[in-house]
């Protein structure tokens, strides 16, 4: 089986797609262009731009202003907008300490540490199955720590396969998700090509930094 993945992106005149993307977890405020503030985890970063997760209403074209580390307040434009999923480029390129600082205030507090010889029952980490289950239903970080009394880090280490949950607690995250259980722990699951396709898409947009929208997948069975 052949599978080919397009990435259709366009460059924004001035705003080369060439500088080095960082994976982070960071919690930023941030706020409007009409004042009232936001919350936005920071998913990657580069000297041009960067990928939020926000619970806010907003769209293309629309403007922010973030709280970097190092440069505080930074200007940002949205240059698209996928459930609580942003795309956003600077004004002006940032510099490299910006971009240092916003690497080293990125920690997550684990909430159960994972054991090192711990099986994985699927090819799609636990992590992993999570984060996708949680955009599946338009939910950000900040709302499932709320609902379940826990920390925001700790959601963003389960997320990176830092940590898991306790026991007690994947019922009810479950319940949030909308699975049962065995489907958020990747028991005896059976992935269907569909799912899969929508999954690697959401994967490889994340790591791009583009909608997954403009991801295309040609599989040739």
């Not at 984060?131 to 959601?155: F, K, Y």
């Not at 065995?182 to 583009?210: F, H, N, P, W, Y």
Request: hydrophobic share 40%.
């Amino acid at each position: 089986m052949a599978v080919t993945a397009f990435i259709e992106e366009t460059a924004q005149p001035g705003h080369p797609r060439s500088s080095e993307r960082r994976r982070l977890r960071l919690l930023l405020q941030g706020a409007k262009a009409s004042g009232s503030g936001i919350k936005a985890l920071v998913h990657n970063i580069s000297a041009t731009g960067l990928l939020i997760e926000a619970d806010a209403d907003m769209k293309p074209g629309d403007r922010i202003e973030i709280a970097l580390p190092h440069a505080g307040a930074t200007s940002v434009s949205i240059i698209w907008a996928s459930g609580p999923l942003y795309g956003c480029r600077f004004d002006t390129p940032v510099s490299t300490a910006t971009l240092s600082a916003a690497s080293l205030r990125s920690v997550a507090t684990p909430d159960a540490p994972i054991e090192p010889d711990a099986p994985a029952s699927t090819l799609e980490s636990f992590g992993l199955r999570l984060q996708r289950l949680r955009l599946a239903q338009g939910l950000t970080q900040s709302q499932i720590a709320t609902e379940l009394g826990v920390s925001e880090p700790s959601i963003s280490a389960w997320e990176q396969d830092k940590a898991r949950p306790k026991a007690g607690r994947i019922e009810a995250l479950a319940k949030l998700l909308g699975v049962q259980s065995a489907d958020l722990l990747g028991i005896e699951s059976r992935e269907t090509l569909r799912s899969a396709t929508e999954r690697a898409k959401a994967q490889i947009a994340a790591v791009a930094g583009v909608s997954p929208d403009r991801i295309r997948i040609t599989i040739d069975l």
